[in-house]
């Protein structure tokens, strides 16, 4: 079993819709969760980090974590073309020097169309 | 951008040989990790350097290393190369306590 699992899509949604990835993870030693955004040929950019429990918003972006059940969302709302990338949950068990050890899940290719 | 350079941007080996591959930190940024992505895969943490020493590897062999240098340059090395090292190598680099890390653009290396 892989230590992070993500819905690997692809996913193709109409611009304006809202959109949903997700990603569950078996070791309960993770504190820190992540969504990066990733586009063609670039090096992948942090979006989202959190923590805890709960909702975090950012624009049109909201991570959902919930320890209990070991699943992590990153809702999108109002999608734009723009936002067609390949999306990466990732994890880390600390933070400090430690930060840098990332789990990723393998990345949801996502695309936005006019 | 992200103040992370990356370079080449690609790469042709054949199998067997080995390659050197080389990142550029931020000014203050004492950590920088390695990840390999193969195509249609999330990263893969290969190791991770604090203040040029090793700090953590994951699942790879030793014919990988790397090296961290004073003036935030690291480099990683690929010793007897195989055909599934192809893939996207990553580094990525912080500071202490940070909660962000930044990504290079990465190299593409195929092995032929």
């Known amino acids: 079993q892989k230590e992070v699992e993500q819905d690997p899509g692809p996913l193709s949604v109409p611009e304006g819709a809202i959109v949903s990835l997700n990603c569950t993870y078996s070791?309960?030693?993770?504190?820190?969760f992540m969504w990066y955004r990733q586009y063609s040929r670039k090096g992948p950019e942090l979006l989202m980090y959190?923590?805890?429990?709960g909702n975090k918003e950012d624009g049109r972006f909201t991570a959902q974590v919930d320890k209990s059940s070991k699943y992590i969302s990153l809702f999108i709302r109002d999608s734009q073309p723009s936002d067609s990338a390949t999306y990466l949950c990732?994890?880390?068990?600390?933070?400090?020097?430690?930060?840098?050890?990332?789990?990723f899940g393998q990345g949801t290719i996502l695309t936005v169309h006019p | 951008e992200t103040g992370v350079t990356q370079s080449p941007t690609h790469l042709i080996k054949t199998r067997g040989q080995q390659v050197t591959l080389r990142c550029s930190s931020q000014?203050?940024?004492?950590?920088v990790s390695w990840y390999q992505q193969a195509l249609g895969q999330g990263p893969q943490f290969i190791f991770q350097?604090?203040?040029?020493?090793?700090?953590g590897r994951g699942n790879f062999p030793p014919r990988f290393s790397g090296l961290q240098f004073p003036n935030y340059s690291s480099e990683l090395n690929v010793n007897a190369l195989e055909l599934d090292d192809s893939a996207l190598y990553l580094c990525?680099?912080?500071?202490?306590?940070?909660?962000?890390?930044?990504f290079g653009p990465g190299t593409r290396l195929l092995v032929l």
């Open positions: 070791n309960s030693a993770f504190q820190y």
């Open positions: 350097y604090y203040r040029e020493e090793e700090n």
């Open positions: 990525a680099s912080t500071q202490t306590g940070a909660e962000t890390q930044y």
């Open positions: 990732a994890i880390t068990n600390a933070g400090g020097t430690s930060y840098g050890k990332l789990t």
């Open positions: 000014s203050g940024h004492n950590t």
């Open positions: 959190t923590y805890s429990s």
